[in-house]
């Protein structure tokens, strides 16, 4: 039985004097959604779509400017490239991909009349019908409900497919579903946008819908859609004179009358086939963040993404460039690599345990050896004007002079960067992210300059700390131990961590510690505890241990931060809040128990938490 639903109010109205909606109201699903995105900042956006996706909703792609910002940005709605970049979809034929990179068909869904309270909204049917009865997009389950600020919204969701080859279920992404709230004629904006990208076209008319309405409709798809291949399906409502749709018949278009519930979700399942199975329907998802019409907005266009994007991609320019010259990517990495296996083989055989290791050590006098490696970094980063470390310390730096938020950008896209960098050209590193591994020749770079004794190395790197203990106050995550070296970077950690105590907002800490092989969980644990952003993917970790800050509630005004680890939280950022944070800890490899220096035990819980000071 169709549910009875009011039409919804249109923004313009709510903000005219002349019409004033009764209250209390209760607002539509997809206002909530918009108005928790609208109040949070790109960051948070970002986190807050990588839950969304992982819980299989749709994202809202495009969201109406608040009336208040509209002035100053000149659009009147916003699209969120920015916080779906760090979105990855499993697709059955290419594997994990990002979806800036993914391909496929994309469909977009329509409303034209509105809903005449005759028939069960789209949004229903398309539950129903291409996703499982999983509630994917922003439904009206309220008779009461309106909507005040989500009329125009894009919402763009993932629907899962079949594997036709194997005529089995994939674990894999067949279509991008984008559900326009409202009447495209209202919103001509986003209906150019969905013009132009679309590879099929589904309209839902009712009996609202005039003739004027469809020859609107039909001249924005001659004049967007011209030259591409779309194709095109009219689902008429009953009452509606299907005398207006003789043009779209001779246009090659389908046409079909609503009929019964069963029958009717067949043929949406049959339109679906139909499109996922042709291969001229195929789209790039990349061309989203080329092309998108006036009046539309772009996340990605604030100055300080732009200026952290144009850097971090000129860093890697040089790098690659260097590589390609370099017998070695990373040679403060690698120098310190040898000096822990050196380390390890001679600690081995003073245990009595080098037959783990398959060969015998001399003597190994430690301070010696980490001397002569120090030297040995010092020569190398004296003698290459373009050293991996010293181009990192300048795109740190540079970023840090401009503004916070760049550095946040920065740090952001240099991870994303990184993931699309092929292993072949630095074949030479150890397995994980390469990310990571920069990360770890900039410490190496900070305590080579610091042990040099040259005062002018130890200039250029001292703000260094101050930097990144900015970032971890941010809810980015450092590592505390590298698990391929087996070491912890005393040098590089102590003056982070002294970077905190000066800062003053961070006395005491909950240190919480989950400690796994690989793919058992912790970081999955972590996440859906504290809404911590690890990478949770198998085979994207590498080995050792991250400390991240995260928001935390207590009622001890002198207990303001708790810290976490976790080896896979490598591109992430913890939500921001006025709270003080939380620290979590997770560590990658085998488990062995380590303490470190850096951290004085002031009190002992008796949970399992531990309480630590800061110094």
């Known amino acids: 039985?169709?549910?009875?639903?009011r039409a919804p109010i249109p923004t313009s109205a709510i903000e005219s004097s002349r019409t004033t909606p009764k209250f209390p109201l209760e607002l539509h699903p997809l206002?909530?959604?918009?108005?928790?995105?609208q109040s949070s900042d790109d960051f948070v956006r970002q986190s807050l779509f990588r839950k969304l996706f992982s819980c299989g909703r749709a994202l809202p792609l495009i969201i109406p400017v608040p009336s208040y910002a509209r002035e100053q940005t000149g659009a009147s709605h916003e699209l969120l490239l920015w916080a779906c970049s760090d979105i990855f979809i499993a697709h059955h034929r290419d594997g994990r991909v990002?979806?800036?990179?993914?391909?496929?068909?994309?469909?977009?869904?329509?409303?034209?009349?509105g809903d005449d309270g005759d028939s069960d909204p789209k949004e229903m049917l398309l539950r129903h019908t291409w996703f499982d009865d999983h509630p994917v997009f922003s439904e009206d389950t309220e008779s009461e409900a309106v909507k005040l600020v989500s009329d125009?919204?894009?919402?763009?969701?993932?629907?899962?497919?079949?594997?036709?080859?194997?005529?089995?279920?994939?674990?894999?992404?067949?279509?991008l579903v984008m559900n326009l709230s409202g009447c495209p004629t209202v919103h001509g904006a986003q209906f150019r946008f969905l013009l132009q990208h679309s590879s099929a076209l589904l309209f839902f008319v009712s009996s609202a819908a005039n003739e004027e309405v469809v020859k609107r409709v039909l001249q924005g798809m001659q004049q967007v859609s011209r030259g591409k291949h779309v194709a095109v399906f009219w689902i008429l409502n009953k009452g509606v004179n299907e005398k207006l749709f003789g043009e779209c018949e001779s246009l090659g278009h389908t046409v079909m009358a609503k009929t019964r519930s069963n029958v009717l979700q067949r043929k949406l399942r049959d339109i679906m086939t139909s499109v996922v199975t042709d291969p001229l329907l195929c789209r790039k998802a990349s061309d989203l963040w080329n092309h998108y019409p006036v009046g539309i907005k772009c996340d990605e266009d604030l100055p300080a993404c732009q200026e952290a994007k144009t850097k971090v991609q000129a860093f890697l320019a040089i790098?690659?460039?260097?590589?390609?010259?370099?017998?070695?990517?990373?040679?403060?990495?690698?120098?310190?690599l040898e000096f822990s296996r050196a380390f390890r083989l001679s600690l081995a055989k003073r245990t009595g345990v080098s037959r783990l290791f398959g060969e015998e050590q001399d003597a190994f006098d430690e301070d010696e050896k980490k001397s002569e490696m120090r030297e040995k970094q010092v020569v190398e980063i004296k003698s290459n004007r373009d050293c991996a470390a010293k181009l990192l310390a300048d795109l740190f730096t540079s970023l840090y002079v401009h503004s916070s938020a760049a550095l946040c950008f920065g740090y952001i896209w240099l991870a994303q960067f990184s993931l699309s960098i092929k292993r072949d050209r630095a074949s030479s590193l150890p397995r994980g992210s390469l990310f990571v591994l920069f990360l770890r020749e900039l410490a190496q770079y900070y305590e080579a300059c610091m042990a040099?004794?040259?005062?002018?190395?130890?200039?250029?790197?001292?703000v260094l700390p101050e930097i990144f203990a900015h970032l971890l106050m941010s809810g980015f995550p450092i590592e505390l131990i590298d698990g391929d070296g087996e070491n912890i970077p005393m040098t590089w950690i102590k003056a982070v961590m002294n970077e905190l105590k000066r800062d003053g907002r961070v006395r005491l800490v909950h240190v919480l510690s989950v400690l796994g092989t690989q793919s058992s969980g912790k970081s999955t644990l972590l996440n859906a505890m504290f809404g911590s952003n690890f990478l949770a993917h198998s085979g994207k970790a590498t080995r050792g241990v991250f400390i991240?800050?995260?928001?935390?509630?207590?009622?001890?005004?002198?207990?303001?931060?708790?810290?976490?680890?976790?080896?896979q939280s490598?591109?992430?950022?913890?939500?921001?809040?006025?709270?003080?944070?939380?620290?979590?800890?997770?560590?990658q490899g085998s488990p062995w128990p380590c303490q470190s220096p850096v951290h004085q035990t002031a009190v002992r819980s008796p949970d399992c938490w531990g309480t630590q000071t800061i110094g």
């Open 1 to 5: 039985m169709a549910s009875k639903r």
């Open 31 to 37: 206002d909530k959604l918009v108005l928790l995105v």
């Open 98 to 113: 990002k979806l800036s990179d993914w391909s496929g068909p994309l469909v977009s869904v329509l409303e034209l009349g």
């Open 152 to 175: 125009g919204c894009v919402e763009m969701g993932f629907h899962v497919g079949e594997n036709i080859e194997k005529g089995q279920r994939s674990s894999g992404v067949d279509a």
């Open 319 to 336: 790098w690659k460039n260097q590589i390609r010259r370099s017998a070695s990517a990373l040679p403060l990495l690698r120098l310190w």
């Open 452 to 462: 040099s004794g040259d005062v002018s190395l130890a200039q250029k790197v001292s």
């Open 548 to 567: 991240q800050l995260l928001p935390m509630e207590s009622d001890r005004r002198i207990l303001n931060r708790t810290m976490s680890s976790a080896s």
């Open 570 to 587: 490598i591109d992430g950022r913890a939500p921001a809040g006025r709270q003080a944070p939380v620290g979590l800890t997770a560590s």
